[in-house]
């Protein structure tokens, strides 16, 4: 199974941007649905946001009109671009592939979100 490698995350003040990216090798990328995932400290890792082979967009209701979703397929590359962060949008963010709306990849190492004045 190919594992996800995610990148972009630091330490942000409220109302910043951050753009992070996976990277996820694979033949078939293409089709793939890839996903966004978080998780904070004592909470349960959620689904922030998807994007499906035909491009078809999705976000958690927390996210809707401050993160965009894209991905690049030549690159095999997905991108999450975050702005207006708030405090609370301070986790460790992942990526992964999604069937059935599972993921199903093993997870990377994620990448670090802090959004603190």
């Known amino acids: 199974q190919v594992q996800p490698v995610e990148s972009g995350g630091g330490l942000v003040q409220p109302g910043g941007s951050l753009r992070l990216s996976c990277v996820a090798r694979?033949?078939?990328?293409?089709?793939?649905?890839m996903g966004w995932y978080r998780q904070a400290p004592g909470k349960q890792r959620e689904l922030v946001a998807l994007?499906?082979?035909?491009?078809?967009?999705d976000y958690a209701d927390s996210v809707k009109g401050r993160f965009t979703i894209s991905r690049d397929n030549a690159k095999n590359t997905m991108y999450l671009q975050m702005d207006k962060l708030k405090p609370e949008d301070t986790a460790l963010y992942y990526c992964?592939?999604?069937?059935?709306?599972?993921?199903?990849?093993?997870w990377g190492q994620g990448t670090q979100v802090t959004v603190s004045s």
């Open positions: 994007i499906t082979g035909s491009n078809i967009i």
């Open positions: 992964n592939r999604l069937v059935a709306g599972r993921p199903v990849l093993g």
């Open positions: 694979a033949s078939s990328y293409s089709i793939y649905t």
